[in-house]
């Protein structure tokens, strides 16, 4: 009898079979960065998967999106301003043609991160409103976190992010703990960029105008869909020179600087959305995605 070794030898030889390539190797699985918090966004690379395969996942509840980088696949995933410090799991299937799905699961520590309080005095009008003005705030409210939970299949952004106004001061503010006239109020969740009226508001990366509106709190305001759940909100804005639809590179124009809507005087009200989940603009400015 002969030995399967030699069988196999032998088949190789003349070519009836091909060598297994790495299918024994477990993928790496990396998440970034080193320690999450509240307000990050996250990402996990996945490397040593074949080009065919694609890879799916969660991290907690919340659905992963893969998208070919850097030898391997990424999923960027937004850690939510009020999200627990606690760790949260994560599960990923591997699936390629032909094979049973591979799959891995491990958990995502989130650390604890502490906001300040802000304390706010606005004009009584601002803060109670008469039940039109209520009305019309929850309505426009529900109206971005429908468009914040539209996730558009398509990845429109590469590489770093931009500022939204030049200068070198960072935003302030995200995520603070509002109490507005003595009442404690949602959570702030963005950065405000202090700038003279009239200064140049641009895109941070390339993306879709899904959202051009004149809004209660906002004021005017310019919302940018980049695609996987990501979006970029600019607040307050004096005048807005894009359309609805409109698809804009990173640096372009898209606006001006104001005070339109609950503001106390003129800066930019810069936002990021991903997902539905609130996301501090300094941690999208310091995304270490690279392709
Ligand atoms: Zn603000």
Redesign the pocket.
């Known amino acids: 009898m002969i030995p399967g070794r030699l069988l196999a030898a032998l088949a190789l030889a003349l070519g009836l079979l091909t060598l297994p390539v790495a299918a024994a190797e477990p993928p790496l699985v990396r998440w970034h960065p080193a320690r999450v918090h509240p307000g990050d966004v996250a990402w996990v690379h996945v490397r040593g998967v074949a080009d065919s395969a694609s890879v799916e996942g969660t991290l907690g509840p919340r659905a992963l999106t893969f998208f070919p980088y850097a030898g391997g696949q990424a999923a960027v995933v937004g850690i939510d301003l009020e999200a627990k410090a606690e760790p949260q799991p994560w599960r990923l299937a591997i699936v390629e043609p032909g094979r049973e799905p591979r799959r891995l699961d491990g958990r995502l520590t989130i650390h604890k991160r502490d906001f300040p309080v802000q304390r706010l005095t606005l004009p009584q009008a601002m803060v109670d409103l008469d039940p039109e003005t209520e009305r019309r705030a929850v309505s426009e409210g529900e109206r971005l976190r429908t468009l914040y939970h539209t996730i558009t299949p398509e990845r429109l952004w590469r590489g770093r992010f931009a500022r939204p106004v030049a200068g070198t001061e960072p935003a302030t503010?995200f995520g603070a703990r509002r109490i507005i006239n003595g009442k404690p109020r949602a959570p702030?969740s963005?950065?405000?960029y202090a700038a003279d009226r009239g200064t140049p508001v641009v895109a941070a990366n390339r993306g879709r105008v899904a959202l051009v509106g004149d809004y209660f709190f906002p004021g005017r305001l310019v919302a940018l869909d980049h695609g996987l759940g990501l979006y970029t909100l600019y607040?307050h804005l004096d005048t807005v020179a894009v359309g609805d639809g409109d698809v804009i590179d990173r640096g372009q124009q898209l606006g001006t600087v104001g005070a339109t809507g609950r503001a106390t005087g003129p800066?930019l009200?810069f936002a990021v959305q991903l997902a539905g989940s609130r996301i501090d603009p300094a941690a999208l400015l310091s995304l270490d995605l690279r392709d």
């Open positions: 503010g702030h963005g950065g405000d607040f800066h009200h």
